[in-house]
């Protein structure tokens, strides 16, 4: 399953200048459609919907694998894309990454953090 995820276009490895190895990955575009989902996605199901959601992307079945869609609003995932910065706005912080919110709550001793609207 992880050869087919690297082989499909959006993740690539390589040698820098210096010869050591580095990976750059651009993330696929809402509405791309990919085989297969990379390894360790989240299912989450909100609305009746059923999402996938790793590093960021989320994703939804199409019957050619799965499509990369908007994130949905008021899902909970257990962990953050690697590029998500910290920003405060109105005296609350939160994660922002690629245009989305995220809120870091407590569940169950653990940290969280639920997708939102943009704070105004």
């Known amino acids: 399953m992880l050869e087919s995820w690297k082989n499909h276009g959006f993740r690539s490895c390589g040698l820098c200048a210096k010869g050591r190895l580095v990976s750059a990955r ?3 575009p809402i509405g791309a459609i990919v085989p297969v989902l ?3 996605a989240e299912t989450i199901v909100a609305g009746g919907r059923v999402y996938y959601y790793a590093a960021g992307i989320f994703y939804a079945p199409h019957p050619n694998g ?3 869609v908007l994130a949905p ?8 894309p690697l590029d998500a ?7 609350r912080f939160y994660f922002q990454a690629r245009g989305v919110y995220y809120l870091p709550v407590m569940q169950d001793g653990v ?4 997708t939102t609207q943009p704070p105004t």
């Open 111 to 114: 940290t969280v953090y639920v």
């Open 26 to 28: 651009r993330s696929p």
């Open 73 to 80: 609003l008021g899902v909970t995932v257990s962990s953050l």
């Open 38 to 40: 990379p390894p360790g």
């Open 66 to 68: 799965f499509q990369v």
């Open 85 to 91: 910065a910290r920003v405060t706005l109105n005296g």
